[in-house]
């Protein structure tokens, strides 16, 4: 269970600006337990290749960053926290306050 990222490629109608979950059933315990739920939620079903569209971890594991180790022994040291630098990242903050139809309307440009 996770977020339906590319949903509004591949279901467009539904899509929606609060955003899709999407479930992926592996077994039969799994199915039913699905089956049990489908009635408290709007179900549209999807292939498997839709939805790993823009699921990278779902095909591949995510490279381990080079400063992985060296973040983790410096944990313990004084003043960790405040030497901590977070990157600016405009496009992630430009995607949590505009609009999900104007973001679309930008990407089909």
Known sequence: ???????????????SPKGVSS????????????EMMRVLAEVE???LEEGVVR??????????PVTRDTFYKSIDEP??????K????????LKSVLPNKLIQKIKSL
């Open 86 to 93: 977070v990157g600016f990242q405009p496009k992630v903050r």
């Open 55 to 64: 699921q990278h971890n779902l095909v591949q594991p995510s490279n381990r």
């Open 1 to 15: 269970m996770g977020d339906f990222w590319g949903i509004a490629k591949s279901h467009p109608n539904f899509n």
């Open 79 to 84: 003043g960790f926290i405040e030497n901590i």
């Open 45 to 47: 079903e999807a292939t």
């Open 23 to 34: 479930v992926f059933v592996n077994t039969e315990k799994g199915q039913k337990l699905f």
